[in-house]
């Protein structure tokens, strides 16, 4: 199915082409005066020049071929030559009718099918989840399913970061609280003991204080680069050490991140390419790309038309340790390799743009990818507190995502309680639900790249542009479908008729822009339109509700097509909310 623009574009081209007119003219977009008219186009004005001809002159014609339209109800030309339309409600049931039994509401498959690379996540293992993973996880969620929505194959890779420095950090201060560990023993030639000398909990304190403490204290940093070295080249003991590590801490993200609904295809690390270092290194060594720079191995990638300087892409520490930039590399060349995708995705912080720059430049340069591979940064902005800085804990600290699900839970369920009666049980299970919804709306209902404040109280809300808010809209209706299947009515087979007034017109009219939103949501990647399209739908469902008597409707034809309209709206709704990652409770 055509999106409603192209639709109408192409009605009123004929019209434009049948008064003598260049049909390319008849470019039809939404009304900026909706006191006015529902779209309009402004070809007469376009055409003025070319016709030598007062564009209401040329409005008038087109109008006059525009009388009885099966599209528009109402075209009309006004001064100084705009034609403002109505769409005939005949037309638009054609549309929803359409929308309602093709599969997808009517969305076309993509011209040409992508295979698409997702690297999001990100987290860090021997660190707990903080609100700072948030964004990556919930947008990149979102961005996996609204691609595989719109017809691509996605493949998701949390790509945990296990392999750089921060491992060599914990290791070291493991080693200052238990350095009789046989771990550490390199002569040490036994098993090594089946269970973890640490727990997640300890993680917590242990590697921010080491990162602290490397950077005040250069003896304590050359250690931590020792460990780091000693991991990455194969001492038995460290890797030991380091999988006990992977085996406390992996399972602690799987909880957290199934808690917000995010799932990925890949579990993969950074450590998971280790073995392809080597000849990588070798390969942009021996073609001449890479070269020895203070000790250092780097790829120049710096280009003539640069305005700002890039520095070179460092490969390999003077120490010959990999860095951050050889593990991504690394893995460009691995997923060229494994799955060949035609454009991989970074969901990563916004302050890592430049890095990535260069990464890409380096993988173009090296050849790691295809001239055609699109690699696409998406750098998100940070989650700032009421005071617009980085968020905190109420002591300054920094809070564990866990107690920020938790927090926004109990709002959650502070607000159920007040508002109604619900058994305790269900009311924390919807809370749970609530919740998560108050999140990632709160997060994804905001452009990608800017910086948001989280507010709680307005997240948690059932009133405004919210995730409860669109939850809310959604039990609404199932409320009112479970009450007509209580009366004996079917859901099946239920006829439409056009819209009876304007709320009901509304409600369609926001309806049939499903497929034009998913379509600029995938290609622009911005979960934020996916919100704004369930945000004007929940409105025009929700004045459509105020203005219409649905159950105690006597005309039975009309209460079945109001039924069908309720529908087809919940499973608009639904599978928009399932695109941003969360779902809705039947009774809140
Ligand atoms: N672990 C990284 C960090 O905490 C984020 C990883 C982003 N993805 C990537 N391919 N580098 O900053």
């Known amino acids: 199915m055509k999106k409603i623009l192209e639709l109408l574009s192409e009605e009123m081209g ?100 992508k295979k698409i690379v997702i690297d999001y996540g990100g987290a860090n293992v021997a660190k707990p989840l903080h609100v ?88 304590y940093k050359a250690r931590a680069m020792e460990a780091t070295f000693k991991l990455q080249s194969g001492v038995r003991g460290y890797r030991a050490l380091w999988q006990q590590i992977l085996n406390v801490s992996v399972p602690d993200l799987k909880k957290n991140y199934a808690r917000l609904n995010v799932e990925f295809d890949l579990w993969k690390g950074e450590s998971d390419v280790r073995d392809l270092i080597p000849e990588m290194v070798d390969y942009m060594k021996t073609n001449g790309y890479a070269h020895i720079s203070e000790g250092a191995l780097v790829v120049d990638v710096k280009e003539e038309t640069d305005t700002k300087e890039i520095p070179p892409c460092m490969i390999l520490k003077s120490d010959g340790a990999a860095l951050y930039n050889t593990t991504d590399l690394a893995t460009i060349l691995e997923r060229m390799r494994l799955y060949h995708p035609d454009e991989i995705i970074y969901v990563v912080d916004k302050r890592q743009e430049l890095y990535f720059e260069q990464v890409f430049r380096c993988a173009r340069k090296t050849k790691l990818v295809e001239p055609e591979t699109e690699l696409k940064f998406l750098g998100f902005g940070t989650m700032n507190g009421s005071d617009g800085k980085p968020f905190k804990t109420r002591d300054g600290g920094v809070m564990r995502l866990e107690n920020l699900i938790r ?64 939850l809310y809209t959604i039990v609404r209706i199932k409320s009112i479908l479970s009450r007509f299947v209580g009366q004996g009515g079917s859901l099946e087979h239920l006829m439409l008729l056009p819209a009876a007034d304007e709320s009901e017109k509304a409600l369609e009219m926001a309806l049939v822009q499903f497929n034009t ?5 995938e290609q622009e990647t911005a979960p934020h339109k996916v919100c704004a399209y369930l945000y004007d739908l929940a409105n025009a469902f929700n004045h ?45």
């Open 14 to 113: 004929k019209a434009f082409e049948a008064a003598g007119y260049d049909g390319a003219l008849g470019r039809v977009t939404l009304s900026n005066r909706p006191d006015l008219c529902e779209y309009q186009c402004n070809g007469a004005m376009a055409g003025a020049k070319q016709y030598k001809k007062a564009p209401i002159a040329i409005a008038g014609e087109v109008a006059k071929q525009l009388e009885g339209s099966r599209v528009f109800s109402e075209a009309a030309a006004v001064a100084p030559g705009f034609l403002n339309l109505k769409l005939s409600e005949s037309y638009l049931l054609e549309m929803v009718k359409a929308m309602a039994s093709e599969p997808k509401f009517g969305l076309e498959p993509p011209e040409k099918k």
């Open 132 to 219: 700072g993973h948030i964004r990556p996880a919930v947008i990149g969620e979102s961005v996996k399913r609204i691609c595989r929505y719109a017809g691509h194959e996605v493949i998701g890779d949390a790509h945990l970061g296990d392999w750089g420095l921060q491992m060599g950090l914990v290791i070291t201060a493991l080693q200052d609280i238990q350095p009789d560990l046989a771990y550490f023993d390199e002569s040490y030639q036994g098993e090594y003991p089946k269970e973890a000398p640490f727990t997640i909990s300890q993680f917590e304190e242990l590697y921010p204080a080491a990162s602290a403490k490397s950077k005040e204290d250069p003896a």
């Open 544 to 588: 459509f509700y105020h203005e219409t008597k649905i159950l105690s409707e006597e005309d039975r034809g009309k209460k079945e097509s109001l039924i069908a309209l309720l529908v087809l709206t919940r499973d608009v709704l639904e599978t928009c909310i399932d695109l941003l990652g969360f779902e809705a409770p039947e009774k809140m």
């Open 517 to 521: 939103m998913l379509q600029a949501a």
């Open 407 to 470: 927090e926004t839970e109990e709002e959650m369920y502070r607000k159920i309680r007040e508002g109604r009666q619900m058994p305790e049980e269900e009311a924390r299970q919807t809370a749970g639900q609530v919740a998560v919804s108050a999140l990632k709306y709160g997060d994804l209902s905001n452009q990608a790249s800017k910086d948001y404040i989280f507010d709680i109280d307005r997240f948690t809300s059932f009133e405004g542009d919210t995730g409860p808010y669109i």
